[in-house]
Nanobody, 126 residues
Framework: QVQLVESGGGLVQAGGSLRLSCAAS????????MGWFRQAPGKERDFVAA????????DYLDSVKGRFTISRDNANNTVYLQMNSLKPEDTAVYYC???????????????????WGQGTQVTVSS
């Protein structure tokens, strides 16, 4: 079992930055890939970014490439999402997720993920 707790959300003006954190506990952190997803009101949960077990591979939603950066600290069981140049359309609840697997992969489908956090709200005002 894995517990995931997100933090760092909030209200920011367009063009601003936020850094989300997701602290994991319960299992060896380096044995699972990590992802960030987001869900806006009335919409489906969408993939945002993912990082492999070692941190050597990453993938991003096209609309956040060049603005968001995912990283992880395996020594401290934490994954981060640095969000710069935020836009109103980035407003959503952001969730982190863990994919327990032995492979060095970067899953983009929510169906691959085994554990989810409770989410943190990000609101970008225009």
């Amino acid at each position: 079992q894995v517990q995931l707790v997100e933090s760092g959300g909030g209200l920011v003006q367009a063009g601003g930055s936020l850094r989300l954190s997701c602290a994991a506990s319960g299992r060896t952190f380096s044995t699972y890939a990590m992802g960030w997803f987001r869900q806006a009101p009335g919409k489906e949960r969408d993939f945002v970014a993912a990082i492999s077990r070692s941190g050597g591979s990453t993938d991003y939603l096209d609309s956040v490439k060049g603005r968001f950066t995912i990283s992880r600290d395996n020594a401290n069981n934490t994954v981060y999402l640095q969000m710069n140049s935020l836009k109103p359309e980035d407003t959503a609840v952001y969730y982190c997720a863990a994919d327990f697997n032995p492979l060095e992969r970067v899953p983009t489908s929510s169906q691959r993920y085994d554990y989810w956090g409770q989410g943190t709200q990000v609101t970008v005002s225009s």
